[in-house]
């Protein structure tokens, strides 16, 4: 029987981020930009919630009509 072994890395030693993230950041959230999310039931709640951690706003519109 195989076992499935699970490696824990540290997210300081795997990423390597960006310099410029906080100045991109900074003038996404100025801007604060209306984000038409779609996605199945299950990720809309997950989609919005990332969506807003960024800045912006999410429409989670399904209808064509609501989408203008």
């Known amino acids: 029987m195989k076992t499935n072994k699970v490696k824990t890395i540290r ?5 390597k981020l960006d310099p410029d993230i906080g100045t991109i950041l900074g003038q996404l959230r100025a801007r ?20 807003l951690a960024l800045g912006a706003s999410p429409a989670m519109v399904a ?3 609501e989408v203008a």
């Open 11 to 15: 997210a300081a030693e795997s990423v």
């Open 32 to 51: 604060a930009p209306l984000v038409h999310c779609l996605g199945n039931s299950p990720a809309k709640a997950l989609m919005a919630n990332a969506v």
């Open 63 to 65: 209808d064509t009509e």
